[in-house]
């Protein structure tokens, strides 16, 4: 069966400090990729997807970069944080027809102060 | 792009109560997706429509797009705690699924059942 790995669980980085959370995937190959954000525990907003190693595109504008090095490794980076980078991260991934929507992982929570 | 609305934003029953949350697409909704997440927890899939008058049921939750295919409810009878949380509902923007899973997700709505 298809599982999703997040981490980590919580982090707590001081402004200006790099970022980097990861995602895998197991039990499936060439999945699209999502990196979401989600505010105050309400909407999410799409940050990055890819449909495949080395394809990102990018929803927003931000101080935020994604990178997909292998085929089930979705990594969500920054080289400095702002405070309005907190916020819950889901990373999710999809394959074929949306029939059951996305799956996605368990989230980060990421405090910056 | 699209946008989903939902309501209420926040909801308070007790324990036992029925209830129906709402989401109203501003375009037509090819793909509806209903979620449940518990705080601090990621996203669990509940159900997805797809035609217009579709309905579909899974324990005491049905959740139903009209027949215009913009507005989608889920309804819950006789609520317990364990349906607590947020429930969102996410669109697939483009028709056929071909936005690459790219869904547009509504504001969201906490449910709280107080036993």
Not at chain 2, 79 to 83: A, E, F, G, I, L
Not at chain 2, 93 to 102: N, Q, V
């Given at each position: 069966s298809q599982t999703i790995h997040q981490w980590p669980a919580t982090l707590v980085q001081p402004v200006g400090s790099p970022l980097s959370l990861e995602c895998t995937v197991e039990g499936t190959s060439n999945p699209n990729l999502y990196w979401y954000r989600q505010a105050a525990g309400r909407g999410l907003q799409l940050l990055f997807y890819s449909v495949g190693i080395g394809q990102i595109s990018s929803e927003v504008p931000q101080n935020l970069s994604a990178s997909r090095p292998q085929d089930r490794q979705f990594i969500l980076s920054s080289k400095k944080l702002l405070l309005s980078d907190s916020g819950f991260y889901l990373c999710a991934w999809s394959f074929g027809p949306?029939?059951?929507g996305y799956t996605f992982g368990s989230g980060t929570r990421l405090t910056v102060v | 792009s699209q946008e989903l609305e939902q309501s209420p934003q926040s909801l308070i029953v007790q324990e036992g109560k029925n209830l129906t949350i709402n989401c109203t697409s501003s375009k037509t909704l090819y793909g509806l997706y209903w979620y449940k997440q518990k705080y601090g927890e990621g996203l669990i899939f509940l159900m997805m429509l797809q035609k217009g008058g579709e309905e579909k049921s899974h324990e005491k939750i049905t959740a139903k797009l009209d027949e215009k295919k913009q507005q989608s409810s889920l309804h819950i009878t006789a609520?317990?705690?364990?349906?607590a949380g947020i429930y969102l509902c996410g669109a697939d923007?483009?028709?056929?699924?071909?936005?690459?899973?790219?869904l547009t997700f509504g504001q969201g709505t906490i449910l709280t059942v107080h036993p």
């Open positions: 949306l029939t059951e | 609520s317990q705690p364990s349906h923007p483009l028709a056929g699924g071909t936005s690459y899973g790219k």
